[in-house]
């Protein structure tokens, strides 16, 4: 009987022993650390340490947009080794707060409280106009990973205000910012936009830019005008010259009965003769490109000049007549002097 109660001891004993050793060493959960290694305008990557706890059940993510909370779960992660997770469908221009819980068999352990924020949408911009072409430059504030990669960059166009957009083209670089729309009309408005594309294995997001406008260049054109067509010899006229689009500066050639002008070179032609007849005035305008117009004609006739037909007539005419009473009060004053 004693030898059967000590036996129940040592085997009770033994089993104890067998029940510590089993127990596991340093079951604690373990405390990861948490970092964002990517930011679009939609998604943060975040990445983390990975749990050295022989007991792991799974992390447990959670997101709030305030640092005191509260918070909610985003997701629930049970392969260990996964260390990365994109969080997906958030605002633009947004602070959000995480933190990541290792959970094992036996507890629990908190990382640091992580602030993180989405980027900003494509910045556009119009860098340079011809007559036919537009020049776009953007600015991406994105950083990709490879859980959220770049797609591409797209392109769009319309010519009305509430007109629909055409895709011009798909760029599949990122490191390309830049883009020339050819094919365009000269002196037309256009509105430009782009929109980056990110992926995250089946999805993907899109996030426009702004909107910008840009008229292209007109073609180069030239008008003359001028306050009369007829004067006499003698007299000037002055003729003006409009140009429009092409390059600026323009340079001006006057050509009077087909024979150029020397000595004037600027957008207004001070006309004079002395010779009467008929005169066809244009002006030709070359612009920086090396384009040359020609412009309307303007004829001018010339009279000869004459004391009856011209504005010193109606002077003398004047002057005659001045004097002319001027003699008659004096007669008038004479003859009333001899009365006294």
């Known amino acids: 009987m004693k030898n059967r109660m000590l ?10 022993i067998l029940g510590f050793s089993m127990l596991p060493v340093g079951h604690g959960a373990t405390t990861v650390s948490l970092s964002s290694i990517a930011h679009t305008e939609t998604t943060i990557t975040l990445s983390w340490t990975e749990s ?3 007991y792991f059940v799974n992390y447990t993510l959670y997101m709030g947009l305030n640092v005191n909370g509260p918070y909610n779960v985003i997701a629930s992660i049970t392969n260990k080794a996964q260390t990365t997770y994109a969080v997906t469908s958030l605002n633009y221009s947004t602070n959000y707060y995480f933190y990541i819980v290792d959970y094992d068999s036996f507890g629990s352990a908190r990382s640091n409280t992580l602030e993180a924020n989405t980027t900003s949408p494509p910045v556009l911009n119009v860098n340079s106009v011809t007559q036919t072409t537009v020049s776009l430059t953007w600015t991406d504030y994105n950083t990709y990973s490879s859980l959220v990669p770049f797609v591409s960059y797209t392109v769009e166009m319309k010519s009305l205000t509430g007109g629909n957009w055409s895709t011009v083209s798909i760029i599949n670089s990122v490191s390309s910012n830049s883009f020339t729309v050819t094919g365009l009309s000269p002196g037309s408005t256009y509105y430009f936009r782009i929109y980056d594309t990110v992926g995250t294995g089946t999805n993907l997001f899109n996030t426009f830019s702004n909107t910008v406008t840009a008229t292209t260049i007109p073609l180069l054109s030239v008008s003359i005008s001028s306050g009369t067509t007829s004067i ?5 006229v002055d003729i003006k010259a409009l140009a429009n689009g092409g390059y600026p500066p323009y340079t001006y050639t006057w050509y009077v009965n087909g024979n150029p002008v020397n000595g004037v070179t600027g957008n207004v032609y001070t006309f004079n003769t002395t010779a009467p007849g008929t005169y066809n005035i244009y002006v030709s305008v070359r612009d920086s490109s090396g384009t040359t117009v020609n412009s309307n004609t303007i004829t001018i006739n010339v009279t000869s000049s004459s004391i009856f037909s011209s ?10 007549i001045l004097i002319v009473v001027v003699l ?10 001899r009365r006294w």
Do not use: P
């Open 7 to 16: 036996i129940a001891i040592l085997v009770s004993f033994g089993l104890l």
């Open 328 to 337: 008659v009060i004096l007669m008038i004053f004479r003859k009333g002097k």
């Open 52 to 54: 050295q706890d022989r």
């Open 311 to 320: 504005g010193a007539f109606l002077w003398i005419i004047i002057l005659i």
């Open 232 to 236: 006499s010899t003698g007299q000037n």
